[in-house]
């Protein structure tokens, strides 16, 4: 049984349960009162998480110039006419 909800009375008194939990399902959230009030996670989610991440603009730039080697060559031929009328 998979389990990643835990009320707080069970999770501390079976913390230990709770972390490998943790480390081998992913995410587990701690209840009070019926409502989420925290998540347990491994330090290596935690950590990927907490990572800089690379602005948009900062990807874009990192870029080679000629993405020919991705996307392939386009054919040089002149586009089609369309009648909107």
């Known amino acids: 049984m998979t389990k990643n909800r835990w009320q707080l009375q069970e999770a501390k008194s079976r913390f230990s349960e709770l972390v490998e939990n943790a480390l081998k399902q992913g ?3 701690v209840t009070k009162h019926g409502r989420p009030a925290v998540v347990v ?14 602005s948009l603009v900062d990807a874009l730039r990192a870029c080679p110039e000629d993405l020919t080697d991705l996307v392939g060559r386009r054919p040089k031929r002149m586009a089609r006419k369309v009648d909107f009328g």
Do not use: G, L, M
Request: zero cysteines.
């Open 41 to 54: 996670i491994s330090v290596e989610e935690y950590e990927r998480s907490r990572a800089p991440r690379k």
């Open 27 to 29: 995410a587990q959230t």
